[in-house]
């Protein structure tokens, strides 16, 4: 006996008696092991996952981009607490009170809570460049620059980290964000520590304006970078 539809069903006319042979056909077809599925969730283009012939695009260098936002991030703190770690060299230079260099601190916060609402907009244009500057700035030795200075600094500290933040997003795997971002964070304390050990030794042996204008070297070359 011949496993046809048309056998099968002897009064169907031609066309008919074809349906139903592809009808028949089919479960057969799709019980093939060897067979290709097909179909909007299985095609790469439609289901988002790279076909066997597309080339998976290869991660952009995370461990520069995490150095050079870490090295960023130092630079910036050490900036901010420059002139607070060698008050007794400043104050009498300037012939203020020792307590208010702490001012100048409070001043570089109060601009950076100012830039940080603007950050979004400016996050492209300015960055550690600012910091070196301010450094240079405060180099001067005048009461007028240091307030001008610190008010620069302000405005790279608040752009620093935003900024950061966007670089990293772009090359950090998802999976590995919480690590890049901690250890890029992990530069505020090295910063503090930086400032404390390098600032006062260089202020002691070259003066204090000589030790601030050779920390802005720093941030010159990560802009440069």
């Known amino acids: 006996m011949k496993d046809t539809a048309a056998d099968a069903a002897p009064g169907l006319g031609a066309p008919a008696a074809r349906e139903a042979s592809e009808a028949s056909a089919a479960p057969r ?12 969730l299985t095609d790469p283009e439609q289901s988002g996952h790279p076909g066997p012939s597309e080339a998976v695009e290869p991660q952009p260098q995370l461990a520069s981009a995490l150095t050079l936002t870490t090295l960023s991030q130092i630079t910036a703190t050490s900036s ?3 002139l607070a770690t060698i008050p007794t060299l400043v104050a009498p230079a300037l012939g203020i009170a020792l307590h ?5 601190v409070s001043l570089i916060y109060a601009a950076g809570i ?3 609402m603007l950050a979004s907009g400016l996050v492209r244009r300015w960055g550690p460049g600012r910091v070196g500057l301010g450094d240079l700035g405060m180099a001067l030795g005048s009461r007028p620059a240091i307030v ?20 990293l997003a772009k090359v ?19 910063g503090g520590m930086a400032a404390a050990l390098a600032i006062p ?25």
Do not use: C, M
């Open 29 to 40: 077809a799709s019980k093939d092991p060897t067979a290709t599925p097909t179909g909007p």
């Open 80 to 82: 901010v607490l420059a």
């Open 100 to 104: 208010h260099v702490g001012y100048q």
């Open 114 to 116: 100012v830039f940080s």
């Open 148 to 167: 001008r200075a610190s008010v620069i600094i302000g405005i790279g500290y608040a752009l620093n980290n935003p900024a950061s933040s966007h670089i």
């Open 172 to 190: 950090a795997p998802p999976e590995r964000r919480n690590l890049v971002f901690s250890v890029k964070q992990a530069g505020v304390p090295l």
């Open 201 to 225: 030794p260089l202020a002691a042996a070259l003066g204090w304006q000589v030790a601030l204008a050779l920390a802005a070297i720093v941030p010159f070359a990560l802009a440069l970078a």
